[in-house]
């Protein structure tokens, strides 16, 4: 069996050990670009560069390493009939869960404000706000996003998702479709994105959109940047519509030196870190699927090609 | 019935309204130095002053807001033989888990330092720490405490807690006295102080105790300012033994002017705001316990006068 590995940070040793670990029966070739290689059953990857397309026209399957597919999506009318499988989650869940309840305490608890404060060498308690207040609203709740839901559960906040379709999770107020998207917004204090990116989801927070939000809401990105319209929340946060952001994905990362993000003491900027992948425990489960995927069984996890992801 | 009420920031008003709503058959007197007022039943108060003390000796019962005694056991030899009511949990254990919990993921997920890159326009990842180096250690697990360890369980990290005498909670590893306290210290990732003041908890986090913990190990105080020898303190922060600290509680309350925490950065100053009392709340609970010392049956929270919490 021949895996063929492409890392966009061009640091494939680790991946080629732990793949010797996991799977003793495969060689790994890393993919160079105008250089022949040998044949591959296997791909793996997370933003092909297009020049890598050839290459893949002959595998049996398309892993992505991350659980977002839409850097492999954007090719997929050049891509074989073959499956394209997501990671399942591999320890991220718990990544996002913390990352967004930390964002979501620091706002709540006005964490940002005391730090203003510390430095100013102000001592002063300021009013709390309300629990009931403070509904978590999660856009796009999946396996990811139950875990954050079960995260903001454990601190009390009301909770509300939506979806593409209605969900039925204990406790959480669900939300289907464009049409109930305004009502959803509406009633959301703290908005965390969690969306795949499609081309329905692409640019869905825009003005329109955002301004739904009541006034004094908290967005919390950790999806992809493209779903934002980032000069209209920027436009919003600066009005004092929305009262802040924590974003860890940009339309284009790295975040550009000079955009407005960075310097916004309203906006939180962090570097794409919200859910790390875990190399080796992701290892493991492809290995496991590309096993069985030889046994000619099916495997779980793979995109619907319809819905783009 | 009377009720002598003193509230150190002269807000009694709301106090006044709460107490006619939950126990109408009550008078409100407010305290008032050198003044003749009528003979009370029962003291609400959390800091009184020395001035206080002869109006307290006919009362029946002294109620205080506060979880934490310390401010009227310093007069203990002077007050009557009567009960001393703590306020039981009235919403102050989940805002101190909400507290710690920000605190330790901060640390953890280093979104402390990503701010700082942030204001340099710095796009980098940062190593993840890991999980199971991360252990949580409560100094001082009552009531307040196991919501903090329930908390943390929540995001998975390992858990332990010293305490006077063994604590049996469910995965959290028990330490005990004095002779136990360098071991529990040792193996502590993020120490959160909780303990009650007492004569043998003051002081009790100094050069010696500190360094105890882990190169690299963090410190949260949300109990009293007096369990830490501030410049100890400073100083391993300073050396970089302890990575930093959060700080709800100081020898001196508000933090002086010109006092080193307010500038160093490795260290969050926060204006005890860490878990407020919920007025309303805490009034029925006060007024359910006059009701049952009236009709001469004991009431709980009661605090032990040799231990002095």
Same mark, same amino acid.
């Given at each position: 069996m021949r895996i063929l590995l492409h890392r966009a @940070?061009?640091?494939? %040793?680790?991946? &080629? #050990?732990d793949f010797a670990a996991a799977l003793p029966e495969a060689e790994v070739v890393v993919w160079q670009e105008g250089t022949q290689q040998p044949q591959c059953d296997y791909a793996v990857l997370w933003q092909p560069p297009e020049a890598m397309l050839p290459a893949l026209q002959q595998v049996k399957a398309i892993f992505s390493t991350g659980a977002g597919v839409d850097g492999i999506m954007k090719f997929i009318g050049r891509l074989p009939d073959v499956p394209i499988v997501r990671l399942a @989650?591999?320890?991220? *869940?718990?990544?996002?869960?913390? $990352?967004?309840?930390? *964002? +979501?305490?620091? $706002? $709540?608890?006005?964490?940002?404000?005391? #730090?203003?404060?510390?430095?100013? %060498?102000?001592?002063?308690?300021? *009013?709390?706000? /309300? /629990?009931? @207040?403070? +509904?978590?609203g999660v856009l796009g709740m999946g396996v990811l996003g139950a875990r954050v839901v079960e995260a903001m559960r454990h601190f009390g906040f009301p909770l509300r998702a939506w979806n593409r379709s209605r969900k039925t999770v204990d406790g959480v107020r669900s939300f289907a479709? /464009?049409?109930?998207? @305004?009502a959803f917004l509406a009633g959301t204090r703290v908005l965390v994105c969690m969306l795949p990116l499609t081309a329905e989801t692409t640019d869905l927070l825009d003005h329109g959109t955002l301004s739904k939000l009541p006034r004094g809401a908290y967005v919390i990105n950790v999806a992809r940047g493209a779903q934002i319209v980032e000069e209209d929340l920027l436009a919003l946060?600066?009005?004092?519509? &929305?009262?802040?952001? +924590?974003?860890?994905?940009? /339309?284009t990362e790295p975040l550009p030196a000079g955009h407005p993000?960075?310097? #916004?003491?309203?906006?939180?900027v962090t570097p794409h870190i919200s859910a790390l992948t875990l190399r080796t425990e992701s290892i493991v489960q492809m290995a496991d699927?590309?096993?069985?995927?030889?046994?000619?069984?099916?495997?779980?996890?793979v995109v619907d090609r319809t819905r783009g992801y």
């Open positions: @940070d061009g640091n494939s %040793g680790p991946w &080629i #050990e @989650d591999v320890g991220m *869940a718990i990544q996002m869960a913390e $990352y967004a309840a930390h *964002a +979501t305490l620091r $706002y $709540y608890r006005r964490f940002d404000e005391y #730090e203003t404060q510390q430095r100013a %060498g102000v001592w002063q308690q300021l *009013a709390q706000h /309300r /629990r009931e @207040d403070f +509904t978590v479709g /464009r049409a109930e998207l @305004d946060v600066r009005s004092g519509h &929305i009262a802040g952001a +924590t974003l860890d994905v940009f /339309r993000f960075w310097s #916004e003491p309203r906006i939180t699927k590309m096993r069985t995927l030889e046994r000619n069984e099916p495997v779980a996890d």
